[in-house]
């Protein structure tokens, strides 16, 4: 009972992790249609940036994440800006679009072996201390880890829920065409979603590096499937169902890792993913079925 | 020297059996199957414990089966395993509305996970030490001899031969038709009747029977598999192959194949290692491919030699 209570906890810091990612990866699917097989390599880039910071400038830990997480922000920021919107106005496939985010995960991933070499890294992070809360164990990182993604969410939830930018993104969200007609740009609402996305992914990618501490060049790629999984359980585009998907995918990771090998982990996430997509492929949170394609 | 080049032409031709395979599936119906090379390594691993005997107790190795049953059985055995498992992923995947985004997503994750459980279930296939010693199908010439690489090759390159001139024929059928009407236009095709899902799943099915294959006989002439042989880069190469010649212009794909792994692989191999920076050099070729593919998809998406519009015309 400990175990299952303690694998519970770790899940629910899993699940953190995986709610500002998937969260991110639903606000930019959400607005533009495209699953960027990149993402994980930008959580891995966010890690690369903070312990560069660390190591190059002795910043802080507080300063090293802001700084890694405006980077990314900037990185995402350019993916789109120059490369995938130059494939949208040339009128590309869909698959196209699709292979052009492998490349570039490809590049990140393999430009990371290049310059600083295929070996795990370490971030100095602050000392470890076990706190038990109720049935839980938790480090403080781990902690601070949740505390991050709560904050985060929160202000995810006041920016789209109360402010313009939020508006015009959810209203690009639902339909590009009617959202033109009000007079939203949706190329500037796109190149919008991806600079918060980029920034919200970066934020992941520190948060991941705290709660583990090490990282090497594919730790975010692997990170990928349950990220994508917990945004398709979700439903796609849609950031509130993507938290609840994280959680799900969280809880049940961990828990299998409590009883199973490690790499069973990921089999859960294919299982739900698989299971969700024969059994309700709109999302679990998604109660009117939209016709078309990826919106 | 002779046998160098001749294992380069033998990896060439094993190549291209799994891109004219890729091909079926991406070129023809239009299915990102990131999970592609998973077949291929299914393939590899399936023939190695079906040919394999038990394994000795002080080797320490540990893998199932170990059969020991002659090469022509495992290469069955296979692209039986392939099949089947083809069946239950297309099914899987391609089961809601033939969504192209959530397509990639599936075959991406089950990559990712068949290998994590390869990895770590050790007892499967020795996990990440892999399988080696392999036994071979040509008990009558000695392995290590120029004359067993040249006569590999032969057989490597009569089945590249009949796997490429049955798929010419197949796409001029009826069911070739379909699953490219499909690709361009899904509604449109089944209004004429054509059955999207049935036809899209023959398509990814048969692509994986000729993954397995191709991995069968990859493995017999490497005689050793481990994880870290199949990653998302090697199945990148197929893919570049098949855009750089010309999706769904098998022609095309041979040339985009020999360029690829002929040319540009086999080139950077000639570098020299960089000893400061062990692995460079491979990071540095994959980054290639990820520009490469980029800039292909960018100034020239239809390829070196473009798919013809009809069959019937060409």
Not at chain 2, 80 to 93: D, I
Not at chain 2, 146 to 169: E, K, P, Q
Request: aromatic letters at 10%; a neutral charge; glycine letters at 10%.
């Amino acid at each position: 009972m400990n175990l299952l209570l303690e694998a519970v906890g770790f899940g629910l810091v899993t699940a953190s992790i995986l709610a500002i990612a998937s969260v991110a990866v639903s606000l930019q699917y959400g607005v533009d249609g495209i699953p960027n097989f990149a993402h994980g390599d930008l959580l891995t880039l966010a890690a690369y940036f903070a312990w560069m910071s660390q190591n190059l400038f002795n910043a802080n830990l507080e300063v090293a994440f802001l700084v890694a997480a405006c980077l990314t922000a900037v990185v995402a920021w350019v993916i789109n800006r120059f490369i995938l919107e130059t494939f949208r106005k040339a009128r590309a496939r869909y698959t196209t679009l699709l292979i052009v985010t492998i490349g570039l995960s490809l590049i990140i991933q393999n430009g990371i072996i290049v310059v600083l070499g295929p070996s795990a890294q370490i971030l100095s992070v602050p000392e470890t201390q076990l706190t038990r809360v109720g049935p839980f164990l938790w480090t403080n990182a781990q902690v601070v880890v949740m505390v991050i993604a709560a904050a985060t969410l929160v202000v995810v939830h006041i920016v789209l829920k109360y402010t313009i930018v939020g508006k015009a993104q959810r209203a690009v969200a639902d339909s590009p065409e009617l959202a033109s007609i009000t007079g939203i740009n949706p190329t500037r609402v796109i190149r919008l979603t991806w600079l918060a996305d980029g920034f919200l992914t970066g934020i992941a990618g520190c948060a991941l590096v705290l709660s583990s501490a090490t990282f090497n060049p594919t730790t975010g790629f692997a990170f990928l499937l349950p990220i994508f999984a917990a945004a398709v359980v979700g439903g796609i585009g849609k950031p509130y169902g993507a938290m609840v998907g994280a959680l799900i995918l969280g809880i049940a990771m961990e828990v299998t890792a409590a009883y199973l090998p490690a790499g069973y982990k990921l089999v859960i996430a294919f299982a739900i993913l698989a299971a969700v997509l024969l059994v309700r492929p709109q999302g679990i949170f998604t109660t009117v079925l939209r016709g078309g394609a990826a919106a | 020297m002779t046998i160098y080049v001749v294992s380069v032409l033998i990896n060439i031709v094993i190549v291209m059996i799994a891109a004219i395979g890729l091909n079926v599936q991406f070129g023809w119906g239009g299915q990102l199957n990131l999970a592609y090379f998973t077949f291929f390594a299914i393939g590899a691993y399936v023939l190695a414990v079906v040919t394999l005997g038990r394994p000795t107790p002080d080797s320490g190795e540990s893998y199932i089966l170990g059969l020991g049953l002659p090469w022509i059985v495992g290469v069955a055995a296979a692209v039986v395993t392939t099949v089947l498992l083809g069946l239950g992923l297309g099914f899987v995947a391609l089961s809601r509305a033939l969504r192209a985004d959530y397509f990639a997503i599936v075959t991406l994750a089950a990559f990712q996970v068949v290998n994590s459980v390869v990895t770590q279930q050790t007892n499967l296939f020795d996990g990440a030490q892999g399988l080696y010693g392999i036994p071979q199908p040509l008990p009558f010439i000695t392995t290590a001899s120029d004359s067993y690489a040249v006569a590999y090759l032969g057989i490597c390159v009569v089945i590249l031969a009949l796997i490429y001139w049955s798929l010419s024929v197949m796409i001029r059928r009826p069911f070739g038709r379909a699953l490219r009407a499909l690709r361009e236009d899904e509604a449109g095709a089944s209004a004429f009747g054509i059955s999207a899902v049935a036809v899209q799943l023959k398509a990814f099915v048969l692509g994986a029977g000729i993954a397995g294959l191709s991995g069968a006989l990859f493995v017999t002439y490497l005689t050793i598999i481990d994880p870290s042989s199949w990653s998302i880069g090697e199945e990148f190469l197929l893919l570049i192959g098949i855009i750089l010649g010309g999706t769904g212009n098998l022609r095309g794909v041979l040339l985009g194949v020999f360029l690829v792994v002929g040319v540009f692989t086999e080139g950077l191999r000639l570098l020299p290692e960089i000893p400061s920076h062990v692995g460079a050099i491979n990071g540095i070729e994959n980054m290639a491919l990820g520009v490469l593919i980029i800039v292909v998809l960018r100034w020239r998406p239809e390829g070196i030699l473009p798919e013809p519009v009809s069959y019937d015309l060409a």
